[in-house]
């Protein structure tokens, strides 16, 4: 029994040392610190937690909410989190097919009998993006209307106006039209506005805190304004709620994400078999899900965009890892920061951001209007303080120094390098480069 016990023991042993070890992994001052390297350089405003097991591990906030107001965020701090809402219309959706309200392969045409293709198109085709329903954010006149309120009727009027881009079921194409049609096939259903239903289903009973239908932005509730970085932190519009609704009208805290994630995946909003069909992929989407790889490690989860708000979402089953970031204003690659979180978690390497800076007035060479035959526009290079500003006809945007005479924007994806010398700049994006002129 000694020898057994002696066995027990140095098992428990190793146990314990591998947890302590892992969690030794995690060096939480390192990732403090390359958030305050992003804060410190105007590159990102916006927060982040990470939950192992269920429990939170980490969480940060920088920048502001109310930029004007010099409002600090905080972990309490509602950021619009945009597409990442599909997952809970999605989850509301097969609730109702649960309570046999709703079935996934029924067509629409009962709902929606002048919308093209209704008899061909089931609620699965809408929540897994293989309806071929045109995308309503995708026309040219989307920014024109989205600030001001649409009723049903508006909404359905300018889906059916679209029309189809594709045979139902032959492909997947991402509309965030489809979940505007499973919002009002929601309501419809039972009786009852999609707000009370995302409260009943999943904010009451898994204890979310700041989870609900957005209205006008009020700081005063710690509710966020959005921004965009041009050389200082400039408002961006407002999307009225009822032209998104369920495909992305939701207010929310990376904190309530991981605790949705980790509800969700955890088999406590949905039955195994209704978790295992909004989990199946085909063509990239499951019902209101896809992957999020990191590294060998695959996520699954749900990315938003909403006026100059962003998310994401993920839940790893490899270390029950739920992991969450909002952001109301950035200038930095999201997906670098959501790389160094990942890889602090999972005791992976990565380095600390790096930052050149230009004096405002070394900007000066660099000011004026490029021209190229190819593309037929001008292009205004402008500055606000140390910041080089880019537009092209209503669109401005930052650049970013990396070197003497070299400049990227991630927003664009593009690089560009000066020759003040020859007054020209050129232009690298996507494999292509193009060489514009100064004006003289």
């Not at 009786?191 to 009973?205: C, F, R």
């Not at 995946?265 to 499951?286: A, P, V």
């Not at 060479?365 to 303080?385: A, M």
């Amino acid at each position: 029994m000694k020898q057994y016990t002696r066995i027990l023991i140095a098992f428990t042993l190793l146990i314990l040392s591998g947890d302590v070890f892992a969690q030794n992994l995690f060096d939480r001052a390192k990732l403090d610190n390359y958030f305050d390297k992003l804060e410190e350089n105007n590159k990102f405003m916006g927060s982040v937690a990470v939950a192992k097991n269920g429990e939170i591990i980490y969480t940060k906030a920088i920048g502001y909410a109310d930029v004007e107001n010099k409002v600090k965020a905080t972990e309490k701090s509602k950021y619009r989190i945009g597409s990442a809402s599909k997952s809970f219309t999605a989850v509301l959706v097969l609730k109702a097919v649960e309570e046999k309200k709703i079935d996934l392969d029924q067509t629409i045409d009962k709902w929606f009998p002048t919308i093209a293709n209704s008899q061909k198109i089931t609620v699965r085709h809408l929540l897994s993006h293989r309806s071929g329903i045109h995308d309503f954010t995708h026309d040219d006149d989307y920014l024109d209307w989205c600030t001001q309120p649409k009723t049903e009727k508006e909404m359905l009027a300018i889906i059916e106006k679209g029309g189809s881009d594709f045979e139902p079921d032959s492909k997947s194409d991402y509309s965030n039209s489809n979940y505007v049609l499973l919002t009002y096939i929601l309501e419809k259903t039972f009786s009852k506005p999609y707000s009370d239903l995302l409260q009943e289903y999943i904010v009451k009973p898994i204890g979310l805190t700041d989870t609900y239908i957005f209205g006008k932005t009020n700081p005063n509730n710690n509710e966020c304004r959005s921004y965009r970085f041009l050389g200082s932190w400039k408002v961006e519009n407002e999307t009225d709620w009822t032209v998104p609704m369920g495909a992305g009208a939701i207010v929310s805290t990376p904190t309530d994400l991981t605790k949705f994630a980790d509800a969700l995946f955890g088999g406590r909003l949905l039955t195994d078999e209704s978790l295992k069909i909004m989990k199946t992929i085909k063509d990239d989407y499951g019902l209101g899900l896809f992957e999020i790889p990191f590294g060998d490690n695959i996520g699954l989860g749900h990315t938003g965009a909403i006026d100059g708000f962003v998310s994401v979402y993920s839940h790893f089953d490899d270390g029950n890892i739920s992991y969450a970031m909002t952001s109301n204003g950035r200038n930095f690659k999201i997906g670098d920061i959501k790389k160094a979180v990942l890889s602090a978690v999972y005791g992976k390497p990565y380095e600390l951001p790096e930052f050149y800076n230009v004096a405002s007035e070394d900007l000066d060479i660099y000011l004026g209007v490029y021209v190229s035959k190819k593309i037929g526009l001008d292009f205004i290079v402008t500055k606000e303080g140390n910041t080089l500003i880019g537009q092209i006809g209503d669109d401005a945007f930052s650049f970013e120094a990396v070197d003497k005479d070299k400049f990227k924007c991630d927003q664009l994806g593009a690089k560009f390098e000066f020759n003040p010398k020859k007054n020209t700049m050129t232009l690298f994006q996507n494999g292509a480069k193009l060489v514009l002129r100064k004006k003289m």
